[in-house]
């Protein structure tokens, strides 16, 4: 019995890592069409008895803003091209705050953990949930590098009630297209990262 719980397991663990690897394979080069946060709100929708309609529009990097990639970069994780996708200053300053606190109230997540996050997980407070980020950051760190992670989390970030990605933002909220957000709206859209929906 041991060795058969044994051999399930270690059959389980590497069923988990190679369709992991696959997947974020396939991700260096497919665009990211739906995440696990889409399907969240869309449930969350249905169970109020309404019916959300998401507006996501993928947009190569080249046509998207200067503005508004270094206004998210700055507001989210000014060292974004320094780390290799961890920052520990700010995940310690995060776990002493959540200590004090005596819950989870701050995650101290680069752009390269919340790319990892809204991608391949579910959006959960607890620890368990940021291991299984960390160990997606490491993987999209190696084979997708920075561009493409800046490039998916542009696209897939949550920007307002059902509007996923920078491109759907320009044009839900000002009209125009990713490209020519200017400066202030750029701005605009990274101060409401916090907190997109109320925001």
Known sequence: MVRRFVNLCTLCAAIFFASSIAMV???RFAPVKCTPLMMIRKAEAFSQGEQLVLKHEWVPIERISPDVISAIIEAEDS???EHGGFSCEDMLEAFYRNKRMGRIVAG???ISQQTAKNVFCVPART???KLVEAYF???IELFW???RILEVYLNVIELGDGIFGVESAAQEYYATSAWRLDA???SLIAVSLPNPRGR
């Open 25 to 27: 394979i396939i991700y």
């Open 79 to 81: 060292h974004f091209y």
């Open 108 to 110: 101290g997540s680069t």
């Open 127 to 129: 620890y368990t949930r």
């Open 137 to 139: 950051t490491l993987l």
């Open 145 to 147: 590098g920075k561009e």
């Open 184 to 186: 202030r709206q750029s």
